[in-house]
């Protein structure tokens, strides 16, 4: 069993940056492909980011290249999301998921979840 908890949400404006943390217990976070989620009220939960087990691989998705960019410690069992020049359409929960994985895959079903963490971008 693998317990994820998302931190470094907040308040922000358009323009500014996050970064969200994401920390792994119970297993260690090197044995899993991880993702970054987001989900509003009325949108259905969205494939932002994922990083392979070593973290040479990476995968996002277009809306959010060149502004987000996700990697991880695996001495520390964290995964970070690093968001750079937001924008008010990043508002979001954001959840943090861990998939068990040999290969580095595009698959967007992951076996745990965190709770998520707060965005919110004010324009």
């Known amino acids: 069993q693998v317990q994820l908890v998302e931190s470094g949400g907040g308040l922000v404006q358009a323009g500014d940056s996050l970064r969200l943390s994401c920390h792994g217990s119970?297993?260690?976070?090197?044995?899993?492909?991880m993702g970054w989620f987001r989900q509003t009220s009325w949108k259905e939960r969205e494939f932002v980011a994922s990083i392979s087990r070593a973290g040479s691989m990476t995968s996002s998705t277009d809306n959010v290249k060149g502004r987000f960019f996700i990697s991880r410690d695996n001495a520390k069992n964290t995964v970070y999301l690093q968001m750079n020049n937001l924008k008010p359409e990043d508002t979001a929960v954001y959840f943090c998921a861990a998939k068990y994985s040999p290969l580095f895959t595009t698959d967007r079903e992951y076996d745990y979840w965190g709770r998520g963490t707060q965005v919110t971008v004010s324009s």
């Open positions: 119970g297993r260690t976070l090197s044995d899993y492909q």
